[in-house]
Every structure is written in C-alpha cells, then in structure tokens.
C-alpha cells in the first residue's frame, strides 16, 4: 500500500461560529483514499499536526500484519446493530 502524503494545504474560511479567523483546508492521500480536514492556527502549526498525522497512519500501516479487505457495508458489524 502506498504512503499518505499531504496533498493539498490551503487557507480556508473559518466554519460558522468559529473563534479564530485562521483556518486551512488540508488533503492527506496515498493515491487511493483521501482524508480530508480543516484545522485553525497558523500554517505552520497545521503543518506540523497534519505531518504528525502523516507520520501515524504511515507507521499503522508498516506494522499492521493482516491484509486489508473491503467489505460491502451490510457485512459490517455496526450496520448489521443499526437494523
């Protein structure tokens, strides 16, 4: 699987209701799945957060030891509480 690197880091609007005037938009991806998100702060701050994200999910990925499957939802356990 590939290793997520970060995408797209961009000054965003803040969400309704925000305290701070500073946001960025942000986009994680390794070619397939794409994590998208929003932080306030400076550039550099969100930098580093999404760069320590980066660094988790790439690590999850080396040390996990069982092949990652896709399910359709229904064989999922949560769906199958929700009915």
Not at 41 to 61: A, M, P, S
């Amino acid at each position: 699987m590939s290793k997520y690197r970060l995408f797209t880091l961009e000054k965003t609007q803040p969400p309704t209701g925000a305290r701070t005037k500073r946001w960025y938009r942000y986009v994680i991806s390794n070619g397939i799945t794409e994590i998208n998100g929003s932080r306030s702060g400076t550039e550099k701050e969100v930098k580093e957060f999404v760069c320590d994200c980066i660094k988790h999910l790439n690590r999850d990925i080396k040390h996990s030891n069982r092949p990652h499957t896709f399910r359709p939802a229904y064989m999922h356990y949560a769906y199958e509480m929700s009915l």
